[in-house]
């Protein structure tokens, strides 16, 4: 991407937002639309069986992409035959459109995590559409290289139609980080972590607080209704966040990887709905992490081991050149005290109890089979310094409280309305503040951690204090640019965002998706 075009691409959004309509409906903005899509393709969400455990297949839901014109690569399929949604690979400066397609049995809409686009095309749940309609999104991507994710989003049931099977990644390249010759191709992996739960049919399991029996959606097996024990329970489990027993990485249980001995780069994506990871691998071969949510940092950061909360990515650098064929490196969840996390509740009648937070995991094996001889060295720099990040010092400060109480969780004392944006959510085009995320201890002892995520724009992580997480703080990497910050119990965090020059409502929310369906949400207005 040449620097001019991107200014002018730049210049153009400014111009006016990129189109987006409910395919049938009016064109909003068609000026924008000046030039034709670089990558043009169909989104579908639809039911599907995916083999996963031995014996009967799980009913999932599971997107297809299917390419109306553009480069064959933007769309990588999953590995093997895992129900995970296919990889887009996008570059920057791309005009792309998307035609998502509903084939579900309820409303959706997609929003693309990690990515600067505009209103039209950020997925925000009034956008949702009915069953067997379809969206259009246009967009240019703005973003830097680094990998992000889309997932759907609509109204109290992100939870669900995700644990269902809905997500899957998103990866950007640009120039800068083509010329570093970073592994590639088959040296670089990428490694979807989701716990999930299953019935004695190897149906997928996840709790249901609605009306009894009247969202035992796509096979899913839900909990009862509201009334009685099992509702309690499933409100209960709700308010905790659903975990599984059964770990799933890239769709699969514990799949074993074949890779070639040299060095391997790992983009490792936490798209759990509620369980945070404490990532090692054996031996504690060295974790060199060179990006985040935001893409490249300016340099490798090295860790034994890396905390990965919902929604989270991280780049990871492997050396595996001192390894034989067919030896093999495993990547693990090691132990940490569940209440660094937080509670975990009950399980549903008739099902096993899930694995509580902190439980130690086995996730993936990567197996040597043969030796790529090509040479590499970490770089010590990676990234231009963050593209002239500095903090603001005299930006205005909000104070947001994560708080309990009356059975809800709150963000800023507030839960969330379609519509609602309150004064001091309310922001100009461009300008930059910093939030403060204040995870408060409350009387009812529902103290957790909390992944707050910022649509939009990347932000930084200015400072981190108190807290009783001394196990999960240990694998924290608040370096470079990041859409999700986890808050760990008693903790306060400073982020500095420098919000879009796309106007309109956004959100941020806490990226536990049963939190965020029960209302730790809020929109914020570009204005
Ligand atoms: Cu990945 Cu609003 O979410
Ligand atoms: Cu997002
Ligand atoms: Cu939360």
């Known amino acids: 991407m040449h620097r001019r075009e991107l200014i002018r691409l ?22 924008a639309q000046r030039r034709a899509p670089d990558v043009d393709l169909v989104l579908t969400a639809a039911p599907d069986d995916a083999r996963i455990l031995a014996g009967e297949p799980t009913r999932v839901s599971r997107f297809h992409a299917r390419l109306r014109s553009g480069p064959a690569e933007a769309i990588v399929a999953s590995h093997d035959d895992s129900h995970l ?5 996008l570059r920057q400066g791309q005009q792309v459109r998307v035609r998502f397609e509903n084939r579900l049995d309820e409303p959706s809409i997609v929003h693309w995590h990690g990515l600067d686009v505009p209103e039209s095309a950020d997925g925000h749940p009034r956008l949702a559409v009915r069953a067997g309609r ?19 989003h609509p109204h109290m049931r992100t939870g669900p139609q995700v644990y269902a099977g809905l997500a899957g990644l998103l990866v ?3 120039d800068e980080e083509q010329a570093l010759g970073l592994p590639s191709d088959t040296s670089d992996i990428a490694l979807v972590l989701q716990d999930r739960r299953f019935d004695a049919g190897n149906r997928l399991v ?7 029996g009247g969202r035992g959606r796509g096979g899913m097996r839900m909990g009862r209704g509201q009334q009685g024990m099992g509702g309690m329970m499933a409100l209960m489990e709700m308010e905790t966040g659903v975990l599984g027993d059964t770990m799933l990485v890239n769709g699969r249980v514990r799949p074993a990887l074949d890779v070639e001995a040299g060095w391997l780069r790992v983009r490792l994506l936490n798209g759990s709905n509620a369980r945070v990871y404490r990532l090692a691998w054996t031996h504690n071969r060295p974790m060199h992490v060179i990006g985040g949510d935001g893409g490249l940092f300016d340099r490798p950061v090295t860790r034994r081991t890396l905390t990965l909360a919902p929604a989270q990515r991280a780049d990871v650098l492997l050396d595996l050149s001192d390894l034989a064929t067919d030896s093999e490196v495993a990547l693990h969840s090691l132990a940490f005290p569940a209440d660094e996390a937080g509670h975990t509740m009950t399980m549903l009648p008739g099902t096993t109890a899930p694995l509580p937070q902190g439980s130690p995991l086995d996730l993936a094996t990567l197996r040597i089979r043969g030796r790529n001889t090509r040479p590499f060295t970490l770089p010590e720099r990676l990234s231009d310094p963050g593209d002239g990040w500095q903090p603001v010092p005299d930006a205005p400060i909000r104070r947001i409280p994560l708080s309990f109480q009356a059975m809800q969780w709150f963000l800023g004392g507030r839960t969330f309305a379609m519509e609602d944006v309150a004064g001091d959510e309310t922001v100009r085009p461009g300008s930059t503040h910093i ?17 707050i995520h910022l649509h939009g724009r990347q932000f930084r992580v200015l400072s981190r204090t108190g807290g009783r997480a001394p196990s999960l703080r240990e ?29 309109g409502l956004f959100l941020y929310h806490c990226h536990i998706l049963e939190h965020e369906d029960m209302g730790m949400m809020r929109n914020f207005r570009i204005a």
Do not use: C, K
Request: aromatic residues 10%; without cysteine.
């Open 206 to 212: 996840y709790p249901e607080t609605g009306p009894a």
């Open 85 to 89: 949604g296919p990889t887009l690979r």
């Open 475 to 503: 694998g924290i990497v608040d370096h470079g640019w990041t859409d999700t910050v986890l808050v760990l119990p008693g903790e306060t965090v400073r982020i500095q965002v420098t919000f879009s020059t796309h106007r």
């Open 134 to 152: 379809s969206y259009d999104y246009d967009f240019t991507v703005l973003n830097r290289a680094g990998t992000y994710w889309y997932h759907p």
């Open 172 to 174: 950007v390249e640009d």
């Open 10 to 31: 730049l210049g153009l959004s400014v111009l006016g937002p990129a189109a987006g309509r409910v395919a049938g409906g009016p064109l909003w903005r068609a000026e």
């Open 435 to 451: 939030w403060e995320l204040v995870n408060l201890p409350n009387p009812m002892g529902m103290e957790m951690a909390h992944p």
